[in-house]
T-cell receptor, first 114, second 113 residues
Framework: ETGVTQSPTHLIKTRGQQVTLRCSSQ?????VSWYQQALGQGPQFIFQ???????GRGNFPPRFSGLQFPNYSSELNVNALELDDSALYLC?????????????FGQGTRLTVV | AQTVTQSQPEMSVQEAETVTLSCTYD???????LFWYKQPPSRQMILVIR??????QNATENRFSVNFQKAAKSFSLKISDSQLGDTAMYFC??????????FGEGTQLTVNP
């Protein structure tokens, strides 16, 4: 157990709908990153939040957005869902943004878009 | 694009034997970290071992060790005395400034009894 929890664990949505995924970071961690892992592929970086501000973004369209709250938990929102958004969404928390800090991953949310 | 490549989609090994997983990467940065993560069916990404690029010495964690060849941009993982619990998907990853991880496509390792 890493102390990083994600909810829900599974979710089925219809194309065009909106979805919110949640991540509770490990105690003391102020940085949360989100990754999308399509079936059979490695995770891809979506964005990162540090102290409630986005401080890095991967190659994802604006309909992928996020928030980080004062307790450093985070949300990933996806609007206008497409079939290709079906994937495992992983969040990882760490203390700070330096490379010498370890990222701890949650167990992910499996999103299926039909 | 700065990429991480794992050329072995699947590998298998007999219990108690040694197996090596390959990884090559590309980066223009001087300072970076390299990782091997394990993802069992539970889906949680677990850190196996990490290597700081400026360190010459190869990292070792119990049965896991790496062969880091900086000039060749190669970072292989050796698992000694393989155990059934080592069966999982293994991902090589690179981290540069900004603390974002770039992952390879993964290698499915199966340890056979």
């Amino acid at each position: 157990e890493t102390g990083v929890t994600q909810s829900p664990t599974h979710l089925i949505k219809t194309r065009g709908q909106q979805v919110t995924l949640r991540c509770s970071s490990q105690s003391g961690h102020n940085t949360v990153s989100w990754y999308q892992q399509a079936l059979g592929q490695g995770p891809q970086f979506i964005f990162q939040y540090y102290r409630e501000e986005e401080n890095g973004r991967g190659n994802f369209p604006p309909r992928f957005s996020g928030l980080q709250f004062p307790n450093y938990s985070s949300e990933l929102n996806v609007n206008a869902l497409e079939l290709d958004d079906s994937a495992l969404y992983l969040c990882a928390s760490r203390s700070g943004t330096g490379m010498n800090t370890e990222a701890f991953f949650g167990q992910g949310t499996r999103l299926t878009v039909v | 694009a700065q990429t991480v490549t794992q050329s072995q989609p699947e590998m298998s090994v007999q219990e108690a034997e040694t197996v090596t997983l390959s990884c090559t990467y590309d980066t223009s940065e001087n300072n970076y970290y390299l990782f091997w993560y394990k993802q069992p069916p539970s889906r949680q990404m677990i850190l196996v071992i990490r290597q700081e690029a400026y360190k010459q010495q190869n990292a070792t964690e119990n049965r896991f060790s790496v062969n880091f060849q900086k000039a060749a941009k190669s970072f292989s993982l050796k698992i000694s005395d393989s155990q059934l619990g080592d069966t999982a998907m293994y991902f090589c990853a690179r981290e540069t400034s900004g603390s974002r991880l770039t992952f390879g496509e993964g290698t499915q390792l199966t340890v056979n009894p």
